[in-house]
């Protein structure tokens, strides 16, 4: 053998070596077409599953390496991965469906991945509690009752309508959950919360409160400024106006609807199809991430609180995102209760996309004008089946259960992707995802049958 032949051989030998060491080391792992990516998230507690994913290792398990980065606003966020800038992100529920059907911004965003059910409070200025308080009634422990309903709230908005002065209250983005479920506590207490149409997107007409967009972040000082007397946020922004003695969470979204969904991990339909294994393997790690976040009965809570509190995931103080983190919730301060659900990310399949969750959605978007004609069943479940992709989430449990990373029976196998129907909401109207239309009628305020909102009257009928 020549030298030039005993070199050459040498050196491919040792790119050999380089190629083998680089390819992903775990057993099981895909062969993913993009390694590196850039994840964005709003500080939030519940961004919690793409922060676990990173520091447990899950995202490198599946030879992914992750940047998380916090954005400013629900829009800039979602503009950012359908410009590309982001690979993918923590999102509103809302989000991929309103982008899907134009309301806003219109692009193709899809979810593989529910982020959580629960994890949101309405809370209100001590001024408003206690005009508010005098009308709850009482338990045997001299403490108000819960679920608190907005009956205790109409007659406070009431006066503020006699004196002229308006009712403002905060929510996070006009196609989120906060918005919907804020909407929903409103309404069945007979507060109007307004409506939207295709030439007034402020969703206020006819309101009796006015809700508009307050960052979560800056909830609890807008409060305090007297801007708002009240808003709908994720944690741990209402457990803050607590620890600063400037307003009582009243009631949590999960006593306004049991285990509500929440946040989506989006990403524009494009990716999916152009880096399927990419997008199957980040599935795989949210999940792994979801399930060490509940397992044994929540026992890694108080580390995931710890990762959580650093500055560069949600940067608040420990002890207040353990106030709702670890299974308590404390409403006027000192009125700390155990709400084991509060915060929940995998138990009860919380990270399956249900096509039920996502017409629920839709179900509000026609209720309050954001959706302004009356579209028929079938739309629903097709708009539900165009956005929400549980093919790809089902693949990756499949995938996880064969390598023993979880167990079969920890997954929904077999579902039709519609959850039973249910009456566990705080008004005890009964939901049923395969008839969204039976269900808009059913409530008493909001759009009904072929209405719409047309200058500053509801029309039809």
Wanted: hydrophobic residues 40%.
């Amino acid at each position: 053998m020549t030298d030039a032949v005993t070199k050459r051989f040498f050196l491919l030998s040792s790119l050999a070596v380089m190629v083998s060491f680089a390819a992903p080391a775990v057993a099981g792992s895909l062969p993913v077409e993009k390694d590196e990516l850039k994840l964005g998230f709003i500080k939030l507690t519940d961004m919690a599953p793409l922060a676990i994913a990173k520091e447990k290792g899950f995202f490198e398990d599946e030879g992914l390496y992750v940047t998380l980065e916090p954005q400013a606003n629900w829009k800039v966020l979602l503009d950012r991965v359908i410009t590309g800038e982001l690979d993918g992100a923590h999102m509103l529920a809302g989000q991929p469906l309103a982008a899907t059907i134009g309301f806003g911004t219109k692009a193709d965003i899809v979810t593989p991945f529910s982020m959580d059910l629960n994890g949101n409070a309405i809370t209100v200025s001590n001024a408003v509690w206690n005009e508010m308080k005098p009308k709850i009634p009482v338990g045997p422990d001299g403490k108000p009752q819960h679920p608190i309903k907005a009956d205790a709230l109409k007659p406070v908005v009431e006066r503020y309508k006699a004196e002229g002065k308006p009712f403002n209250l905060g929510m996070v983005f006009p196609v989120s959950t906060h918005n919907y479920e804020l909407r929903y506590w409103l309404a069945a207490g007979g507060i109007s919360p307004g409506y939207y149409s295709p030439t007034d997107v402020s969703g206020q007409i006819k309101a009796d409160a006015l809700l508009s967009v307050t960052p979560p972040p800056q909830m609890p000082a807008t409060l305090e400024a007297g801007t708002i007397v009240g808003y709908c946020v994720g944690e741990p922004w209402n457990q803050a106006a607590v620890f600063k003695g400037i307003g009582v969470p009243v009631v949590t979204d999960d006593e306004i609807w049991k285990n509500n969904p929440e946040k989506v991990f989006g990403l524009t339909k494009a990716f999916t199809q152009k880096y399927p294994n990419t997008t199957l393997a980040l599935t795989k790690a949210l999940i792994r991430a979801a399930r060490w976040l509940d397992e044994n009965n929540n026992a890694n809570r108080a580390e995931a609180v710890q990762i959580l509190s650093k500055p560069e995931y949600v940067g608040a103080d420990p002890k207040v995102i353990a106030n709702s983190m670890t299974g308590t919730f404390e409403y006027e301060k000192g009125d700390k209760r155990p709400v084991p659900d509060f915060n929940v990310f995998f138990r009860y399949n919380a990270t399956y996309p249900f096509y039920s969750d996502a017409v629920w959605s839709l179900t509000q978007m026609r209720r309050w004008g954001q959706i302004p004609e009356q579209k028929p069943d079938a739309w629903y479940a097709q708009t539900a089946k165009d956005v929400y992709k549980p093919e790809i989430y089902m693949k990756a449990a499949e995938s996880l259960v064969e390598e023993g990373k979880a167990k079969k029976d920890e997954f929904p196998f077999g579902t039709d992707g519609y959850k039973p129907a249910t009456s566990e909401f705080i008004d005890g109207v009964s939901y049923d995802g395969k008839k969204p239309n039976a269900y808009i009628d059913s409530l008493p305020i909001g759009l009904k049958g072929n209405q719409k909102v047309e200058g500053n009257q509801i029309t039809g009928g």
